[in-house]
């Protein structure tokens, strides 16, 4: 089946750093894909919408030039915190789809970062 | 490793009746289950949870069970509606970490 790899699952950072996440569909080619922000035992909010080639959507309240968002290709999506603060900290997870008329999300395994 | 499986890849049933969506996991150690629904080109939104202390969380329409010593949680919606139509991904979680089912697509037929 269709497989999202995230990486990397777990990161520490200093406050002030920038932190990038990967997030490739394995087997497949994402059209479009997801990035979500959890905090512990709350909702999955997503964050944006990313399209092969073109600018992220994001969500209403997700400031775009501290999530910045990069899907450069079928296979990568790359997430990054810039200038990472404590309250940052969080649960970041990722999902695919395979096409405009798919309807089945293939989700990464997630990321956790902390922030100190 | 797949912790959480959701062995139905899709369910349909008449409108009226009961969907039971099904989800098992492997790991001991989670401690918060949750539902979430998502519709085509949508992001899944949440649906409903149940902490791991609990056997039964009930809203609405939508119940959720679980079965600690069987590893097993279910999804009953009843009376399924048209509008209910979606996949449905379980996830577990306990203090560092969250998994995802695959998801099950329900379908319900007016």
């Known amino acids: 089946g269709a497989v999202v790899s995230q990486h990397p699952s777990r990161v520490i950072c200093k406050s002030g750093t920038s932190v990038k996440i990967e997030c490739r569909s394995l087997?497949?080619?994402?059209?479009?894909m997801f990035w979500y922000r959890q905090f512990p035992k709350q909702s999955l909010m997503l964050m944006a919408t990313s399209n092969e080639g073109s600018k992220a959507t994001y969500e209403q309240g997700v400031e775009k030039d501290k999530f910045l968002i990069n899907h450069a290709s079928l296979t990568l999506s790359t997430l990054t915190v810039t200038s990472a603060h404590p309250e940052d900290s969080s649960f970041y997870i990722c999902?695919?789809?395979?096409?405009?008329?798919?309807?089945?999300?293939?989700f990464g395994a997630g990321s956790r970062l902390t922030v100190l | 490793d797949q912790q959480v499986k959701q062995n139905s890849p899709s369910l349909s049933v008449q409108e009226g009746r009961i969907s039971i969506l099904n989800c098992d996991y492997t790991n001991s150690m989670f401690d918060y289950f949750l539902w979430y629904k998502k519709y085509p080109a949508e992001g899944p939104t949440f649906l409903i949870s149940?902490?791991?202390?609990?056997d039964k969380n009930e809203d609405g329409r939508f119940t959720v069970f679980l079965n600690k010593s069987a590893k097993h949680l279910s999804l009953h919606i009843v009376p399924s509606q048209p509008g209910d139509s979606a996949v449905y991904f379980c996830?577990?979680?306990?203090?560092?970490?969250?998994?995802f089912g695959a998801g099950t697509r329900l379908t319900v037929k007016p």
């Open positions: 087997d497949f080619q994402a059209t479009t």
């Open positions: 996830a577990a979680h306990n203090n560092n970490d969250m998994r």
């Open positions: 149940i902490s791991s202390i609990k």
């Open positions: 999902s695919a789809t395979q096409g405009s008329g798919a309807n089945v999300l293939t």
